[in-house]
């Protein structure tokens, strides 16, 4: 078994060899690995020829010659001098060479190639499945990631110990492919793109702004049970406030430039903590306030190059399900237990099931003391074995402000994706002197949690989106119900119907299109309608409803009033969500 990193290495290493086979005057980047894969970035400006996506079968067959010779992997330590000779003729490596500090540098040999790297590699390439690995596609991409640097060309390459985990990947790939979000969301008409609004800015459309409220809705009727108090801040506010939270020091790239408002400068906010930490500030605190949660649906904006902007999943403009709470030390165990658990249970009722935690812990550079990042790391950890979590720690992962606790939900594929993040704030209560009064009557500073439960509305319904491949459940379907009337002569009754499952709470459609049925089902089924209801004759003289449910078939006719029992049970089944 060998270590997949390694491995997506070494390849890297042997796509570079084969390039150069290829083209002897390209100019070598640098070749890492990566999720799933790995690259290298090449300068072919001197070849006269620009690569095309048919050209990398070419190159993988080269690759795999390389692979069956069985070359061994040589590392060597050598002054850099003699390195600077070596690569004469490659001047991105002799840029890097002059970047290092170290006289003596590491390069790895395999066969005549040579390549400027720290390592590691492989034993040999006879440790690689030829089959294993398949180059994916070519990309552009600057050298060191600036924009004033040559435009390089990137190859990118998949990479498996073996080829029946290759193929794995492919197929699951092939599938999160159909439930692209992107697709999903001009299919099934929720949301859309328009350069003249703005790159990173999704229009919501009807349906999906039902889709964002029936998710705010549920929020809203769960957390206001836990005893959250609800907020609303604006979408701007004076620099200074960002200057003395210190988000303006240390997020400045992220943040939109100032503008002049009457001669103060002001900011369209990245962030909404400042904003509750004023209205916290408002008047004065007692313990017995304590634990005061506020919790709010906060858009803020935030600068992203366009080149990483994706779909829901990476915007300039998104809400978040963002809530602060502050509490005694003494409380902070128990307060954080109900959060970990309200994430949990929530998410779960979205439908997913499969989870990972992490503890992230203090960073090199740090607000608060040592001692204090001490006691609520030992606390963060407490609580996740009092659950009987397992979590797994990233040292050093956690913001300079405090540390935190990441839980990454996996999808129907597997996917893993970030939502909930549970973050304990030393930085904000010093900045801005956040105090309440304790039993003996003396200030003390309170302990602030930041935390969101599905993190960005716009991203988590892009994961939901993919989870279930656009057929959402039934409490989350834009539209539940879509009548299908037969003829113009069933348009009446097919008009009552829709009437009376409306004054019962359901979200319903009626086609009264001239289409014939087949082709009333088949669009109801693109629209991934849960029902659908079919009236002809027979229905209109019985009173009924010919039911149709999109994922098992015809259900046979139903009166009205059984078919609203009906999907009433089915929405008290999902606990705490109708």
Known sequence: MVNLQTLRHSLA????????????????????????????????????????PE??????????KIIKEGRVFTKKIIPKKEAQTLFRHQ???????????????????????IDLCQGPHLRSTAQIDPQGFKLEKLAGAYWKGDEKNPMLTRIYGLAFENHKELKNYLSIKEEAEKRDHRLLGQQLKLFLFDQEVGAGLPLWQPKGAILRKLIEDYLYRQLTQRGYQWVVTPHLGNLKLWQTSGHWELYRENIYP???????????????????????????????????KYAEFGTVYRYERSGVLHGLSRVRGFTQDDAHIWCTKEQLAQELKKVLSEGLTLLKNFGFEKFDLYLSTRPAKYAGSKKDWQWAEKVLQSVMKKLKLDFQVDPGGGVFYGPKIDLKLR???????????????????ERFDLFFFNQKGQKERPVMIHRALLGSLERFIGVLLEHYAGD????????????LPLASRH?????????????????????????TLPRKIRDAELQKIPYMLVIGDKEVEEKKVAVRERKKGDLGAMEVATLIKKLKSELASLAGVG
Not at 267 to 276: D, E, G, S, V, W
Not at 472 to 483: D, E, G, K, S, V
């Open 13 to 52: 290493h042997i796509l570079a060899e084969a390039v150069l086979k290829l083209y002897p005057k390209a100019q070598l980047g640098i070749g890492p690995a990566i999720e799933n894969g790995f690259y290298y970035d090449f300068d072919l400006s001197q070849t006269d020829q620009t690569l095309q």
């Open 55 to 64: 050209d990398l079968t070419r190159i993988e067959e080269e690759m795999r």
């Open 91 to 113: 001047p991105y490596k002799l840029e890097l060479l002059q970047e290092l500090p170290e006289e003596q540098v590491t390069i790895y040999q395999s066969g005549e190639f």
């Open 258 to 292: 100032p503008f002049k408002i009457e001669r103060e400068s002001y900011l369209i906010k990245p962030m909404n903590c400042p904003f509750a930490v004023k209205l916290y500030q408002s008047e004065p605190r007692s313990y017995r306030d304590l634990p005061l």
């Open 411 to 429: 999808d129907s594929l597997g996917r893993q994706w970030q939502c909930t993040t549970i973050q304990i704030d030393f930085n904000l209560p």
């Open 472 to 483: 959402l459940p039934l409490w989350l379907a834009p539209t539940q119900l879509i009548l």
């Open 491 to 515: 348009l009446e009754y097919a008009q009552q119907v829709a009437k009376e499952l409306r004054k019962e709470g359901f979200r319903v459609e009626l086609d009264e299109e001239n289409k």
